[in-house]
């Protein structure tokens, strides 16, 4: 049938894709609103308000939350990322009211208790203080704050100590009022669903809900670069290197998600052949490519001991540089089949279907169809690869690095070898 999309009076966006065979729903509320949304004086209030959205309605109480769901053998959790955030469940077909009900007391009624404000607080300082002690965890944040320093967008999502232990509730409050509205929100479900059914569900729960908000564009990023480092007594060091990507609307978008799963998508990788497999400097090594609104980040990260850092840094630049070179036609096709069996291979999955609409709607405003999909991927040419390549990793990188990281080398030899000529190329493993 495919999906199916409806809008309601109020401006709110409904979608369903039904899923033959299967017997549960993935169903969700996604908001076009994230940590990036923040005021300066609000770090970290998105992903406090996700959480305390669970912790008390009018007529649920917290404990009443969960158990209402996994009375019925159901599944909900929440989700906080730079630009949206996501309220979602997973129940049997029949309990598809119960979910939407549950989902729409928290985000219509939530009560914001000062006591539950400040428990929660205290989990998040617990979150915060464990990332901090994850290497590659922090090492990410890091990153992040470098290459989009002093920017919302370069922050890390949690928030910091001081400005979460400030919030109160009627930050929360102002917050959801200003971040949240009909016409910034899509509610979809993916699975054992009638499109018509749920529709009716949603009007009669979310109907009312805010049509528009007094929420601005947040300032548009501005990559700049940089480098950081921090020496810690560990076992390996936690190494990212990166690059200002491309965003979602952008030509080059698709061809650096390929550009990434090329170099770092899987154990056939340049990467991983040649930095693992060929030389054994560390035990992985990725590439990844985030997109947003309006920029992105392309970024490779890899862990080593502090006496291989020198050599895995001298490699991964030069395979960064070969590929400016060169796209071989064999690795094209393998990062099209990988890309093309992770997308069918989601839509055999309610929950991540349901993600992948919600995602489409907020970014494109509309469901993006798989053969329009595949058709991008077919027009990519190795050529155009390793042209996007060569413009990629010639500009101003970003160091990230936290460990034993004396022997790294200096940010302005990593840009000096990056300018550099290529060395001549190896064979590589195909």
């Known amino acids: 049938m495919g999906v199916e999309v409806s809008r309601l009076s109020n401006g709110l966006t409904v979608a369903t894709e039904t899923l033959p065979h299967i017997e549960s729903v993935s169903l969700g509320i996604w908001v076009k609103s994230g940590s990036r949304d923040e005021r300066d004086d609000e770090h970290g209030i998105a992903h406090l308000l996700e959480h305390m959205a669970f912790k008390g309605t009018g007529k649920r109480s917290a404990w009443q939350i969960a158990s209402d769901i996994e009375n019925v053998g159901g599944e909900i959790n929440a989700a906080t990322s730079v630009e949206t955030t996501s309220f979602f469940a997973r129940v049997l077909k ?144 936690q190494i990212v290197l990166g690059f200002e990507g491309r965003a979602y609307h952008v030509r080059d978008f698709y061809a650096s998600q390929v550009l990434s799963m090329i170099l770092g998508g899987g154990m056939s990788s340049r990467l991983f052949q040649e930095v693992r497999e060929q030389r054994g400097l560390c035990y992985s090594v990725y590439a990844f490519h985030w997109g947003f609104s309006d920029t992105g980040i392309f970024g490779i990260h890899a862990a080593t001991g502090k006496e291989d850092i020198a050599e895995l840094t001298r490699v991964l630049l030069a395979e960064l540089k070969r590929s400016g070179e060169a796209i071989l036609p064999e690795e094209l096709n393998r990062a099209r089949a990988q890309y093309r069996a992770g997308l069918l ?86």
């Open 94 to 237: 029949d309990d598809m009211p119960l979910a939407i009900d549950i989902l729409a007391d928290i985000l219509m009624d939530s009560k914001f208790d000062e006591d539950e404000l400040e428990r929660e607080k205290h989990v998040i300082l617990q979150e915060i203080g464990a990332a901090h002690d994850t290497p590659d965890d922090i090492v990410f944040d890091r990153f992040t704050e470098t290459a989009f320093r002093h920017q919302t967008l370069g922050r890390s999502i949690l928030g910091t100590p001081e400005t979460v232990r400030a919030f109160t509730s009627q930050q929360l409050r102002g917050f959801l009022e200003r971040q949240y509205a009909a016409d910034r929100m899509v509610v979809v479900a993916a699975g054992a669903v009638d499109h018509d059914a749920f529709v009716r569900e949603v009007e009669k729960r979310l109907g009312s809900f805010q049509p528009r908000c007094e929420a601005t564009l947040p300032t548009l990023a501005h990559y700049v670069g940089g480098d950081f480092r921090e020496s810690r007594d560990l076992m390996d060091a």
């Open 345 to 430: 291979m989601s839509q055999e999955s309610p929950s991540s279907r349901a993600s992948q609409i919600a995602r489409q709607l907020l970014l494109y405003g509309r469901p993006i169809p798989m053969d329009e999909l595949m058709d991008r991927l077919s027009k990519l040419t190795t050529e155009r690869l390793a042209d996007l390549s060569s413009r990629l990793f010639s500009a101003r990188p970003t160091i990230a690095a936290v460990g034993p990281v004396g022997s790294l080398p200096a940010f302005e030899t990593v840009t000096d070898m990056l300018a550099a000529s290529p060395a001549p190329a190896r064979k590589l493993a195909v």
